[in-house]
């Protein structure tokens, strides 16, 4: 069992940065890909970043590509997005998740372990 708990939301003007953070509880973090989704009010979940277990590989979703970095210190139990020239279409409620499967997916489906979320608002 894992529990993720978002934090590091807020507030920024367009072109500003933050960094999210997800802290992990449970034995089996260090195991896990570890992905970030969205999801805007009146829109669907998607795809952010993903990250191996080992930090090797990472994903990103197009509209974010450039822009946004994933991170993990499993010595830690954390995992970061690092954004960047935010813009208001990146205005979003944030999700962490986990495994099990040791696929670094994209799809919701593939990952069973969600965190509440915390919200990200980018302003004009």
């Known amino acids: 069992q894992v529990q993720l708990v978002e934090s590091g939301g807020g507030l920024v003007q367009a072109g500003g940065s933050l960094r999210l953070s997800c802290a992990a509880s449970?034995?089996?973090?260090?195991?896990?890909?570890m992905a970030w989704f969205r999801q805007a009010p009146g829109k669907e979940r998607e795809f952010v970043a993903a990250?191996?277990?080992?930090?090797?590989?990472?994903y990103y979703a197009d509209s974010v590509k450039d822009r946004f970095t994933i991170s993990r210190d499993n010595a830690k139990n954390m995992v970061y997005l690092q954004m960047n020239s935010l813009n208001p279409e990146d205005t979003a409620v944030y999700y962490c998740?986990?495994?099990?499967?040791?696929?670094?997916?994209?799809?919701?489906?593939?990952?069973?372990?969600w965190g509440q979320g915390t919200q990200v608002t980018v302003s004009s």
């Open positions: 990250i191996s277990w080992g930090g090797g590989a990472t």
């Open positions: 449970g034995r089996t973090f260090s195991k896990y890909p």
């Open positions: 998740a986990a495994g099990p499967s040791p696929v670094t997916g994209s799809r919701t489906d593939e990952y069973d372990y």
